[in-house]
């Protein structure tokens, strides 16, 4: 079965240092998106991206958050600035279109410490 | 208008019982509600999803019950299992909308 791929699948940096998370869609999928997982809590939306473009953002997706789909495969969430709060688990996912059902990856666990 | 409100926030349950867990949501646009499973350190795997068209949904042991005029939704497991111990998520959305996750029910199944 296809799978969403992320990577890495832990990242520990330090307070003010840039991250880039790393995901894989599914290859005929054309709707993406990045959640977050604070530990122990729900699942909250970041953003979604469609057609080269962000098409839906939160308000947790301020100035500090960026994404983009470099060379057509891979999609990338990119935080600038590291705060504490940034911390959790970060999911991308990528859905055909509204008749599929959404395919989550395994996650990066951010650590900033 | 937009959250999805789940209950319990926690379950315990003998083997061979039947967990039900529940969710309600507030926004009529929504047309998608699938059912997510959540093992640690693992992303949310989609277990089964329902339209509102439909009052159940069964798939194996798993069956969705859908009420359109109560705007609730809920999850059934039949004959559970010591490997259904997960976190289940309910989720809602409409067309290509983002997800609206609720917050979780933490289902431990006991042999």
């Known amino acids: 079965e296809p799978e969403v791929t992320q990577t890495p699948s832990h990242q520990v940096t330090q307070m003010g240092q840039e991250v880039i998370l790393r995901c894989v869609p599914i290859?005929?999928?054309?709707?993406f998106y990045w959640y977050r997982q604070i530990l122990g809590q729900k699942v909250e939306f970041l953003v979604s991206f469609y057609n080269n473009e962000i098409s839906e953002k939160s308000e947790i997706f301020d100035d500090q958050f960026s994404v983009e789909r470099p060379d057509g495969s891979n999609f990338t969430l990119k935080i600038r600035s590291t705060k504490l709060e940034d911390s959790a688990m970060y999911f991308c996912?990528?859905?055909?279109?509204?008749?599929?059902?959404?395919?989550f990856g395994s996650g990066t666990r951010l650590t900033v410490v | 208008q937009q959250q999805v409100k789940q209950s319990p926030q926690s379950l315990i349950v003998q083997k061979g019982g039947i967990p039900i867990i529940n969710c309600a949501y507030e926004n009529t646009a929504f047309d998608y509600f699938p059912w997510y499973q959540q093992f640690p350190g693992k992303g949310p795997a989609l277990l089964i999803a329902i339209r509102p068209d439909v009052s159940e949904k069964k798939e194996g042991r798993f069956t969705i019950s859908f009420n359109k005029s109560a705007k609730q939704f809920s999850l059934h497991i039949m004959d559970s299992q010591p490997g259904d111990s997960a976190t289940y998520f309910c989720a809602a959305n409409f067309g290509n909308e983002k997800l609206t996750f609720g917050t979780g029910t933490r289902l431990t199944i006991i042999p």
């Open positions: 996912a990528s859905r055909r279109d509204s008749h599929y059902g959404y395919t």
């Open positions: 290859s005929n999928h054309l709707y």
